[in-house]
């Protein structure tokens, strides 16, 4: 079964500091990984996703994830913390039916 | 492009009551329906999801049914309200036979007093 493992329920980070988020995943089959964010009282939004080919994806607002199949990871960073970035982020893999298992979040905090 | 809806935004109802939450997507046909909740501290919890008119499916045995009475329609329902009950609802879709992303409306936070 597919599962997904996000390290560290919360992170603090300095503004212009770099954005790191580990996100491990196992699963059956070629995994489909998203990263969504979520502000206070509002629904999930794409950051990025990897489905195939480049396993470097770029998303919105400056951040990008990397696919490492030998590690299976799939660590969001983003190169300089913004106050605007300060949200849940969530982890997810489609899994062998395709719905979404999700982890359980990591809530950023940005100080300036 | 395609939007979805979700209404009430908030809403505060007694133990015991009912409960209806809408859930509209626009601009696509067939979709892929879901409900989740967040509930504090529990993340997100897949409720029910739907390929089709009258083809739902329920992830876990509780309190709360759903309905589809159109095709880009999804309704969360209660009879009776329990203070468990309380959390951010939230409605997703994706494109039918997809894999690929789900795209989720604004929520609905329900306080069960």
């Known amino acids: 079964a597919q599962s997904v493992t996000q390290l560290g329920s919360h992170v603090s980070v300095s503004e212009g500091a770099l954005v790191l988020l580990r996100c491990n995943y196992s699963?059956?089959?070629?995994?489909?990984l998203f990263w969504y964010v979520q502000y206070p009282n509002q629904g999930l939004q794409l950051l990025l996703k990897?489905?195939?080919?480049?396993?470097l994806v770029k998303g919105i607002n400056g951040f990008e994830a990397e696919f490492k199949k030998s590690e299976t990871s799939f660590h969001l960073t983003k190169p300089s913390a913004h106050m605007s970035d300060a949200a849940e982020y969530f982890c997810?893999?489609?899994?062998?039916?395709?719905?979404?298992?999700f982890g359980a979040g990591t809530q950023v905090v940005v100080t300036p | 492009s395609q939007t979805i809806h979700q209404w009430p935004a908030t809403l505060v109802q007694p133990v015991g009551s009912p409960l209806s939450l809408e859930c509209t997507v626009e601009?696509?046909?067939?979709?892929?329906l879901y409900w989740y909740r967040q509930a504090a501290g529990r993340g997100l919890q897949l409720l029910f999801y739907?390929?089709?008119?009258?083809?739902i499916s329920s992830e876990v045995p509780q309190n709360l049914s759903a309905s589809r009475p159109q095709d880009r329609q999804f309704i969360l329902s209660s009879k009776k309200l329990l203070l468990s009950d309380s959390g951010f609802y939230l409605c997703?879709?994706?494109?039918?036979?997809?894999?690929?992303?789900?795209?989720f409306g604004p929520g609905t936070r329900l306080t069960v007093l």
């Open positions: 990897y489905t195939t080919g480049a396993t």
């Open positions: 997703a879709w994706r494109a039918a036979g997809s894999t690929d992303t789900q795209y």
């Open positions: 997810a893999v489609t899994d062998s039916w395709g719905k979404l298992q």
């Open positions: 601009g696509t046909s067939n979709p892929n």
């Open positions: 699963s059956s089959v070629p995994p489909y």
């Open positions: 739907s390929i089709g008119i009258d083809q």
